[in-house]
């Protein structure tokens, strides 16, 4: 039964850690319900306690987005039980490991490009008319990245598919304006992501995620 509710509804994809975790506690603190997605049950329920221990409300979501039915069933449940997605953040990311190009692990690559690539077409799919039945218009951003160089070739790849079909997506809807599409690089931050890119990387200057999940919210809903 669909809940009759004007709270706002924000997904997010990737929320167990890191930079995705820090989106959905800022989500959660601005009145979002936060349906949260990540194969981490454990992260998702850590995620969970600090979101109600600071007030706010989620919905946990442990699966893996690369899994088609599951995603459609999920999208499904959101649609029945409130009718609409005002906000996507697609923060998910199956980090491919620094290597050489020409000595890819095949098996990891083929997980890579399942979970980064084929997975963001079909959640555009599914989630796009969630968003196009909110109030004014749902936001979809993805979490992007422009690194690029030696040994970072499956990671950039996977990165630079993922652009293309959200600015595909975004030049689609310039005209129609039901769904807003955009693209927000973080700062680099002492994430366990960039930690497996960046081995032994010093991390003090590195940004805080909660404050760029503050940044990239500020500068979508300008104050």
Not at 14 to 40: D, K, P, Q, W
Not at 59 to 66: E, H, R, S
Not at 97 to 110: H, V, Y
Request: hydrophobic share 45%.
């Amino acid at each position: 039964m669909r809940l009759m509710t004007d709270q706002k509804i924000a997904l997010v994809t990737g929320a167990s850690r890191g930079f995705g975790a820090a989106v959905a506690e800022e989500l959660a603190r601005r009145g979002y319900h936060v349906v949260a997605v990540a194969r981490t049950q454990g992260g998702l329920e850590e995620l969970d306690d600090r979101i109600r221990a600071a007030g706010g409300n989620t919905t946990l979501a442990p699966m893996d987005i690369a899994e088609t039915d599951a995603m459609r069933q999920l999208c499904r449940g959101i649609f029945d039980r409130w009718g609409k997605v005002d906000l996507w953040v697609h923060s998910a990311i199956q980090t491919a490991p620094f290597s050489p190009t020409e000595q890819f692990d095949l098996s990891f690559w083929d997980k890579a490009v399942s979970v980064n690539v084929h997975a963001t077409g079909v959640l555009i799919n599914f989630v796009a008319p969630l968003l196009r039945a909110a109030e004014g218009g749902g936001h979809a951003i993805l979490v992007d990245d422009t690194m690029t160089g030696p040994f970072l070739g499956g990671y950039s790849a996977c990165k630079a598919a993922q652009r293309t079909l959200f600015e595909a997506w975004q030049a689609e809807q310039a005209r129609l304006q039901d769904v807003h599409v955009q693209c927000f690089v973080p700062a680099p931050m002492p994430t366990a992501h960039r930690n497996r890119l960046y081995p032994g990387e010093k991390t003090e200057t590195l940004a805080h995620p909660a404050d760029e999940a503050k940044r990239m919210l500020d500068s979508l809903f300008p104050a």
